[in-house]
Structure formats: C-alpha cells, structure tokens
C-alpha cells in the first residue's frame, strides 16, 4: 500500500489524518467517510441542536480513559467490560454503574421494589435481619408461592428457611428439636409415618 493511501484529508479541517481517524462508509469511493471522526462529531452535534434536540455534552479523557455519563467520572479502560460492537470496543456504563444498574433492575423484576423501598424496609427493621436478630439485613425474603415480599434478612437465614421449604411446620419441628423437644415419628403402615401433635 503506497503512503499517500494510508492517510486521508479531512473536508472540513482540511487536515491529513490516518485512515483510522475516519469511520467507514460504502457509499464513498475510498470506504470512508469524507470528515473525520472528530468533525464528524462537531458536526452531528451542530445539526442535533439546530434541530432542537437534546445533546450531551463531549467530555474528552486522556489516552487509555473514557468518560462515564451514570456517574460522570472518567475512569481507565480497565474498569470497562468490552463490546465488540461498540465503536470504542467498551461498553456505555462501567462495570460499577452496571452492577449498581443490575441491582436496581434484579429487585425491580424479581420484588417489584425499587432500591429505595427495599431500604426503608431495612430502616424499619433496624438494619438487622428479623429473624437472627444478629448480622445486617441484606437479602430480600419472598413467598415464592405468592411472590409477596415479606423482609430482608441475612443471608444464613434466608438460606435456611429456603432449604427448609419455607414450610412453617418445618421450622416449628425445627425449633421444637432445638428447644429440646424431640418427637418421633409413629409408624403406621409399611413406610408410612405419624407425626406427632
């Protein structure tokens, strides 16, 4: 490839780039665009504000870094999950926005509660789980047959209670075994138990 092809003109900065500095087009002659990247920019944002539509301000970050608009920080790429399809190759949100975004949406689809909900739940039942009494409350406990949210809890309690099949019977046997009181099933039949009263 000759030099003069690997470097292009840009119509509107008149200045001579490389040909990664222009996006491409399959309509022009060449396969690219015929202003750069960067007065391509310029110039989208002039015609969107012409137009009366809202633009989002250009924050320009040094090399190796990108602007987050959810938090409005500009953090290394490090701290980006890729896209392939993304012009940069990263995605739009960082992964701290994103995490904090698939939070908000897992307690949005799963509890129909939204963070600040979720909270004040917590704040009524004194930042602690409501059964231990003891560690922080910190996951939300639904009835899975109705959906219906009834607390937060810590994550040993919520547990134990799934694993006992959030079957009240279960828990009070449970308790009655903890408390010192130990039943035994009666058998009845061939493989067929009495539970005590």
């Known amino acids: 490839m000759r030099s003069e092809d690997q470097v292009k003109c840009c119509s509107r900065c008149r200045e001579t780039k490389p040909r990664a500095a222009f996006a491409s087009n399959r309509a022009a002659r060449d396969g690219l665009q015929a202003y750069c990247r960067e007065c391509w920019s310029e110039y989208h944002q002039s015609r969107q504000l012409a137009k009366g539509k809202r633009v989002r301000p250009r924050v320009s970050a040094p ?10 920080e500009i953090k ?3 701290d980006w999950h890729r896209n392939a399809s993304a012009s940069d190759g990263l995605s739009t949100r960082c992964r ?3 995490a904090a975004k698939g939070r908000a949406g897992h307690l949005k689809r799963h509890y129909g509660l939204t963070e600040a909900e979720r ?3 917590v704040d009524s039942q004194k930042g602690l789980c409501v059964i231990c009494l003891k560690a922080p409350a910190i996951h939300v406990d639904h009835c899975h047959g109705t959906g219906r949210v009834r607390g937060v809890l810590c994550f040993n309690c919520n547990s134990a209670i799934g694993k006992l099949g959030d079957d009240p019977d279960a828990v009070r046997r449970a308790a009655a075994y903890l408390e010192g009181s130990p039943w035994k099933p009666t ?5 067929v138990y009495r539970l005590p009263s």
């Open 63 to 72: 090399e190796g870094h990108k602007y987050g608009r959810s938090c409005g």
């Open 76 to 78: 290394p790429h490090g």
């Open 96 to 98: 701290e926005c994103r």
């Open 119 to 121: 909270d004040a739940m």
């Open 187 to 191: 058998l009845v039949a061939p493989g």
